[in-house]
């Protein structure tokens, strides 16, 4: 399956726009997530643990995608959008979200 952010794919024209597909994931802040990324905040550097989290979110999301635009028959997703987003009481909560076009090239 090919995903990109790209409205197409050189040298490979869509056959069939087969709709919009979406992955979101929630992830929740965890305290000892937040102590630790707080020292990095006070000494500086990056917080390993939030990166960690980021992209373990964002990979399900993509594999969201992935499987909504295979059960439409598709072989590639174009146009893919990533947003990252606090929601929840006081910002508790992260979500990932992604969304394309699922196509068959």
Same mark, same amino acid.
Do not use: C, H
């Given at each position: 399956m090919i995903l990109t952010t790209t409205p197409?794919? $050189?040298g490979t024209p869509v056959r069939e726009y087969l709709g919009v597909v979406t992955g979101e994931v929630i992830v929740g802040a965890n305290i000892f997530r937040d102590l630790f990324a707080s020292v990095r905040d006070i000494? *500086? *550097?990056?917080s390993g643990a939030y990166e960690g989290a +980021?992209? $373990?979110a964002r990979r399900e999301a993509f594999a969201e995608i992935e499987a909504e635009a295979r059960d439409k028959g598709a072989n590639a997703v174009i146009g893919i959008d990533i947003d990252y987003e606090v929601i929840g009481q006081n910002g508790?909560? +992260?979500m990932v979200s992604i969304s394309g076009t699922a196509v068959r090239l």
């Amino acid at each position: 399956m090919i995903l990109t952010t790209t409205p197409s794919i $050189d040298g490979t024209p869509v056959r069939e726009y087969l709709g919009v597909v979406t992955g979101e994931v929630i992830v929740g802040a965890n305290i000892f997530r937040d102590l630790f990324a707080s020292v990095r905040d006070i000494v *500086g *550097g990056r917080s390993g643990a939030y990166e960690g989290a +980021l992209r $373990d979110a964002r990979r399900e999301a993509f594999a969201e995608i992935e499987a909504e635009a295979r059960d439409k028959g598709a072989n590639a997703v174009i146009g893919i959008d990533i947003d990252y987003e606090v929601i929840g009481q006081n910002g508790s909560m +992260l979500m990932v979200s992604i969304s394309g076009t699922a196509v068959r090239l």
